[in-house]
């Protein structure tokens, strides 16, 4: 008889996908902001982002409607509109080959969204970090599964309500062929993420004032709850298996579990202790593996999650550069050997993220310039992808180049509180 562990192996296995292309599943996050009045949008109220999301969905004929105890969202072919804890608006497209394509749905549902805005004198903002308004004074929506996730991370760590409510992503999921396929690729993906961060890093400011640290997402994330959020332990040192990922999650309480369709608190105890001695239903096992929060997060694709939110352009060189990199011989190629000569571990990358948000592109990451690594990583990518999709990467030579992604002027901030 399966037991919980067993459950989670299977459901890993039943992910392989063969002839798994290089499918990129795309979700980008938007903080919706009165400019005029230098402050985030809240959910509710008749200029709130429910209102917002009302007349969005008016847009596209046939969209379902996504509720729980609320409207939260819509669902088209090409992609789903939810909302994050705080009212941020996310779009999740669905996994394409064509870089093109998810910039093109990217880009027309944006135009869409920042037309609705303008009628009520909003704009979308995309950034690692919302950049007025503090945390503590932002409406949560009305949604069960957050407030539950609010009160555990309030004794987690000190980041949880900044995690929730404060934050923005670009997450980029991708598929596996195999066990070996996913280890390799996981471990690529850590290697590889302290520069996929700084290319990405685009917050110039938080809750009103600038910021003079770099990654401050990375800070955030450390600092919310360590049994769940960044890297997986021993994904280097181990045998880095679906059985050390599924031994991960054992190790965690999942906050909570849905009983009779209510979510409801699950104290401390972890999914082991909660599971033994039976089979996990599929439902049970995608709400616990939502729970975990590491950089890279294993369903049945492995889902890239330490980018800022950034604009389109940075968008479409991201896809390309995952794609470059992390679907392709010589990308996880390039990854491995340097893990294994360089000995990398857990705490490598750890210190090498110190030394980034200390002293950004200044900074060396694996003994090197992070500039000039990060320039090898676009060369690399670049001769890996189609002729048409190489010039998407230039975006990041600029990153580089000008040491940042343009975004609010540290000198336009409000000093909102002091």
Known sequence: MKNWRDSLIEY???????????????????FIVDPVRQAAVPYSGDRGVRQILTRLMERYPGAGALQDDDFFGFSVPEFTVTLEPAAQIEISIAPSESVSRIGEIYSNFYDQLDSVLAGFGYTAVTAGCQPYTRVADLEMIPKKRYDLMNAWFRTSGTGGMEMMRGTASLQVSIDYASEEDFRTKIRAAYFFSPIL??????????????LETNLKRTDIWRRTDSLRCGLQPEVFSGSCTFADYADFIGRMPPIFLKKEGQAEPAGSRTVAELFEGREMKEEEIVHVLSMA???????????????????LPFVKAYAALIKG????????????????????????????????????WCAKVY??????????????AERQLPDEEKIFLEPFYMVIRYGGIPGIPANKLARLWD
Do not use: W
Request: proline share 3%; hydrophobic share 40%; aromatic share 6%.
């Open 367 to 380: 003994g090197r310039p992070a500039s000039d690594l990060a320039e090898e990583c676009l060369q690399l």
């Open 197 to 210: 961060k700084m290319l990405c890093d685009n917050a110039v400011a938080f809750q009103g004032r600038s």
């Open 293 to 311: 929060f590491p950089d890279v997060r294993l369903k049945q694709f492995l889902e890239l999650r330490f980018a800022d939110s950034v604009p």
């Open 325 to 360: 990199l992390l679907y392709s011989e010589a990308g996880l190629a390039f990854a491995g050997e340097r893990i294994r000569d360089l000995r990398i571990s857990e705490d490598t990358v750890r210190q090498v993220e110190d030394s980034l948000m200390a002293e950004g």
């Open 12 to 30: 890993f296995r039943q992910g392989i996908k063969v002839d798994c292309g290089a499918r990129l599943g795309v979700e980008v996050e938007h």
